[in-house]
């Protein structure tokens, strides 16, 4: 379990659309940090607000003010709250960055930062009996948007012992 989880937009806002916020929180040893950044990533989709207005009540996920970019992180020229996650978790040598982009990911390995993205903390929720199975949570999500390529997807169901259909 975590100390801290510094979280994106994308895993909030795909977590939120399949009820996943409980896992999240649970998977973290403290309150998960959500930066004014990625607050404002998240108010300018098309359900942000209503995803705004339950960040706002639920009380184990804390708003924390944008900090100050270290150049190695603005470096790689990334979203203005991939950037905020990756600053935070900087300052705090303890915290795991909930990332699903790609590139943030990669830049998050090349300052040793820990990562996980939403198909994580969804395999994190099935490990710990928290769902009976990933597999229709997986299916929701990327019906919801989010790219998984299927060789990730076969890999992660075969970790939890789900297999895929035929």
Not at 86 to 114: E, F, G, K, M
Not at 138 to 149: A, D, H, N
């Amino acid at each position: 379990m975590p100390d801290k989880l510094i979280v994106n937009a994308s895993p909030l806002i795909f977590l939120h659309r399949v009820n996943g916020w409980s896992w999240l929180c649970e998977f973290s040893a403290s309150a998960v940090l959500v930066s004014d950044a990625v607050m404002r990533e998240i108010r300018a989709g098309w359900d942000g607000p209503e995803i705004a207005d339950a960040v706002a009540r639920e009380s184990r996920l804390v708003s924390a003010d944008d900090v100050a970019i270290p150049p190695l992180v603005a470096a790689w020229d990334l979203g203005a709250g991939e950037t905020q996650v990756l600053s935070h978790c900087l300052r705090c040598s303890t915290a795991v960055a909930v990332l699903d982009d790609a590139a943030a990911r990669r830049c998050a390995q090349s300052l040793d930062i820990p990562v996980v993205g939403t198909l994580g903390i969804l395999l994190a929720a099935r490990r710990k009996g928290w769902i009976p199975a990933a597999q229709p949570v997986i299916e929701q999500l990327i019906s919801e948007g989010l790219y998984l390529s299927p060789s990730l997807v076969a890999e992660a169901l075969a970790e939890i012992g789900e297999a895929l259909p035929h």
